[in-house]
């Protein structure tokens, strides 16, 4: 009988080897995907609620509200791609304000 230990730890290296190479790159791309648009849909809603709650006050205090209502849901407010989906969210709200009226 031929010993197949070889052939079978061979293709068990290969599916390693793909899985690796390819599965997970897919996943976490996906991943992240998901993640950035969880992330812009709680800042659209957290901008247009503090456009509604603090109209009066000025854009500073309702970036913090932004801010505080961002860090609950867990993500980190210091980073770059926060503070720059803030400020995209901000002008959509700004133009389609101004389409509106």
């Known amino acids: 009988m031929t010993d197949l230990t070889p052939v079978i730890n061979a293709f068990i290296a290969l599916v390693a080897a793909l899985i690796t190479a390819f599965v997970i790159p897919w996943i976490k791309r996906n991943t992240s995907a998901k993640d950035r648009e969880e992330l812009l849909k709680w800042v659209e809603i957290a ?32 980073s770059a791609e926060v503070d720059n989906a803030i400020e995209a969210a901000v002008l959509k709200l700004h133009q389609e304000l101004e389409a509106a009226g």
């Open 47 to 78: 901008v247009m609620a503090a456009q509604q709650l603090y109209q009066q006050l000025d854009g500073s205090k309702r970036k913090e509200y932004v801010l505080n209502f961002l860090r609950e849901k867990g993500y980190d407010v210091t």
